[in-house]
T-cell receptor, first 112, second 115 residues
């Protein structure tokens, strides 16, 4: 059974801190790993990773994939209160017709 | 483009009632899926479809039916609502296999309460 595990499940930091969120996976025929940010409503797309060692970056957020060790990290530098959200990791696996498998998410709270 | 449209946004049902959650997308995506989200559980797949006329079960299909008669629409039917189905439901769509470099596009969700 495909499995995606995120850690920590929740995290509280102060503004300006740097955080690292973790996502490990066990799936058959890995295709891609995706990160989403979810505030009050629907998840919004952050990154899609398919290759090991290539960092994807968007502003203060960055992510990298390690396909040998089967994990990804999402880094957020100089955190702001607007970064408070649930961050979801999902993996696409199988034949290409298989839906995304989501982890339980990491709830990040950034306090002023 | 409207993207993925879910209706209703909120619904309260009595135990035993049936209802249909609507999902429509206007991006010509082949792939559509329904997830439910409960506190601390992440997103769990209910049913999905890889194209019109093709559906399959996900992780938690019991108590739900789907059909896909058109590319645009993917309704989720609750046959006889139970309090355990109280949740937030998300519909999502993507191009085949999600390989459109933007992952899935999600609807805004339906918050369902069964009393």
């Amino acid at each position: 059974e495909d499995k995606v595990v995120q850690s920590p499940l929740s995290l509280v930091v102060h503004e300006g801190d740097t955080v690292t969120l973790n996502c490990s996976y066990e799936v058959t025929n890995f295709r891609s790993l995706l990160w989403y940010k979810q505030e009050k409503k629907a998840p919004t797309f952050l990154f899609m990773l398919t290759s090991s060692g290539i960092e994807k970056k968007s502003g203060r957020l960055s992510s990298i994939l390690d396909k040998k060790e089967l994990f990804s990290i999402l880094n957020i530098t100089a955190t702001q209160t607007g970064d408070s959200a649930v961050y979801l990791c999902a993996v696409e696996a199988g034949s290409g017709n298989t839906p995304l498998v989501f982890g339980k998410g990491t709830r990040l709270s950034v306090i002023a | 483009n409207a993207g993925v449209t879910q209706t209703p946004k909120f619904q309260v049902l009595k135990t035993g009632q049936s209802m249909t959650l609507q999902c429509a997308q206007d991006m010509n995506h082949e792939y559509m899926s329904w997830y439910r989200q409960d506190p601390g559980m992440g997103l769990r797949l209910i049913h999905y479809s890889v194209g019109a006329g093709i559906t399959d079960q996900g992780e938690v299909p019991n108590g739900y039916n789907v059909s896909r008669s058109t590319t645009e629409d993917f309704p989720l039917r609750l046959l006889s609502a139970a309090p355990s189905q109280t949740s937030v439901y998300f519909c999502a769509s993507s191009t085949r296999g999600g390989r459109n470099n933007y992952g899935y596009t999600f609807g805004s969700g339906t918050r369902l309460t069964v009393v």
